[in-house]
């Protein structure tokens, strides 16, 4: 079993897990989750050619929050798939809080595929740091600690170079051997709600259809409003993801 594999296998111990198909159209990938700093297009297409050779490919792994599947691990594996017009991946669903999730998805990219940069590794960090995962009780976490935690992706001399660069008062504790009231150099900014972010995506993606509709004939233009209210109408009647469970007849997978 392959260090991802163990970790995925750990979190299957602690938290509700499902093996399940899932629609591709019911996973939300969030671009601001995926700790690389680009796209591996290389990579997608040896996925594609992996898959179509019938190879065995681990399942992409998916948070269920608040009713909701989001991509945890497996932007390459869903993205060759998808490719393939498959309207279903196999998956693994764990029921998380949105932090965990998170978190999860950070850590994911530090144990598969190609080293991270040091900017992503600075990402990995950002997280850990503004879910607030350094506190120990009214104290810190020590700098070998956090290393640890982060899955070794950096040691401790530069994990406290970070934190006295970009958290000058949590570092400057931290050298003393005072507890404290540990807490963020500034107030966090608060995360997006769920009805937030639908209404950025729609908003932003309603924006560009109205611009690129202008060169439209007006019976294309009337065919895409067609389009439009059947998305609304789907989006009127759509509620949490539920696993269904497989019948007599079909299995899982």
């Known amino acids: 079993m392959t260090d991802t594999a163990n970790v995925w296998a750990d979190l299957d111990d602690a938290a509700a897990s499902i093996h399940a198909q899932v629609e591709v159209d019911d996973i939300v990938v969030r671009p601001e989750w995926?700790?690389?700093?680009?796209?591996?297009?290389?990579?997608?297409?040896?996925?594609?050619?992996?898959?179509?050779?019938?190879?065995?490919?681990?399942?992409?792994?998916?948070?269920?929050?608040?009713?909701?599947?989001i991509l945890m691990d497996g932007a390459h594996r869903l993205a060759?798939?998808?490719?393939?017009?498959?309207?279903?991946?196999?998956a693994v669903v764990t029921d998380l809080s949105e932090d965990e999730a998170r978190?999860?998805?950070?850590?994911?990219?530090?144990?598969?595929?190609?080293?991270?940069?040091?900017?992503?590794?600075?990402?990995?960090?950002?997280?850990y740091m503004a879910q607030g995962r350094y506190r120990k009780g009214r104290g810190v976490k020590s700098y070998r600690e956090i290393a640890r935690e982060?899955?070794?992706?950096?040691?401790?001399?530069?994990?406290?170079?970070?934190?006295?660069?970009?958290?000058?008062?949590?570092?400057?504790?931290?050298?003393?051997?005072?507890?404290?009231?540990?807490?963020?150099?500034?107030?966090?900014?608060?995360?997006?709600?769920?009805?937030?972010?639908?209404?950025?995506?729609?908003?932003?993606?309603?924006?560009?259809?109205?611009?690129?509709?202008?060169?439209?004939?007006?019976t294309a233009r009337l065919a895409?409003?067609?389009r439009l209210r059947k998305a609304a109408q789907a989006l009127t009647e759509a509620g949490p993801w539920r696993h269904e469970q497989a019948t007599d007849e079909t299995a899982d997978f």
């Open 80 to 90: 060759a798939q998808q490719h393939m017009k498959r309207e279903a991946v196999e």
């Open 150 to 218: 982060m899955g070794g992706l950096a040691s401790k001399s530069a994990i406290e170079k970070w934190m006295k660069k970009d958290h000058p008062k949590i570092a400057k504790r931290m050298a003393s051997a005072r507890d404290f009231t540990a807490g963020p150099d500034a107030p966090a900014e608060r995360p997006p709600t769920p009805y937030e972010r639908v209404v950025g995506s729609i908003e932003g993606v309603a924006r560009q259809a109205v611009a690129e509709a202008r060169a439209l004939c007006p």
């Open 34 to 69: 995926q700790v690389r700093d680009r796209f591996d297009q290389r990579l997608c297409w040896d996925y594609v050619t992996a898959y179509a050779n019938g190879a065995a490919m681990p399942p992409i792994q998916l948070a269920r929050v608040n009713g909701a599947l």
């Open 103 to 127: 978190w999860q998805a950070a850590l994911a990219n530090t144990r598969n595929g190609a080293r991270l940069r040091q900017s992503e590794k600075r990402t990995v960090f950002d997280v």
């Open 224 to 226: 895409l409003a067609a």
